[in-house]
């Protein structure tokens, strides 16, 4: 039994009045949207924000804007490795934001010692973005 037939029958139990099943099922599920979320929910989040970094590093964009991209997807990321059981799509998420990570973590280094990307550089960055570019369509079709 799931958690919301869990909570529905305990609820029935407790109700004096005679409410039929498929109303409370329904009723509940209204009450208590997150007992009846897709299971995929904290992989989609995880999707989503790796699709912002993917459409950030296709137009272009500040190590600023991307480094908080990238903070803000590993939240996500994050959120996704502690709900999602352990499989293939757990580890490409993380597969993929560790090249994100990455990447950011490089571009942080060379711009501290260089104070500007050179060619190789910049080579290298598009490089690791198309990889994990080509990572999150791959996610794309094991979750949508």
Request: glycine share 4%; hydrophobic share 40%; aromatic share 4%.
């Amino acid at each position: 039994m799931t958690g919301l037939e869990d909570q529905v029958r305990e609820t029935a139990k407790m109700s004096k009045a005679k409410i039929p099943l498929p109303i409370l099922i329904f009723a509940m599920a209204l009450l208590f949207p997150s007992c009846t979320s897709d299971s995929n929910s904290p992989a989609k989040d995880a999707l989503k924000s790796l699709r912002k970094i993917q459409a950030a590093t296709q137009v272009g964009i500040t190590r600023n804007e991307y480094r908080q991209l990238v903070m803000d997807a590993q939240a996500d990321v994050n959120e996704c490795e502690a709900k999602l059981p352990d499989g293939e799509l757990k580890t490409r998420i993380v597969k993929i934001m560790k090249l994100y990570s990455k990447a950011e973590s490089v571009w942080t280094e060379v711009i501290r010692q260089e104070d500007t990307l050179g060619a190789k550089d910049e080579e290298l960055l598009e490089t690791v973005w198309a990889i994990a570019s080509k990572g999150v369509d791959e996610i794309s079709e094991l979750v949508d």
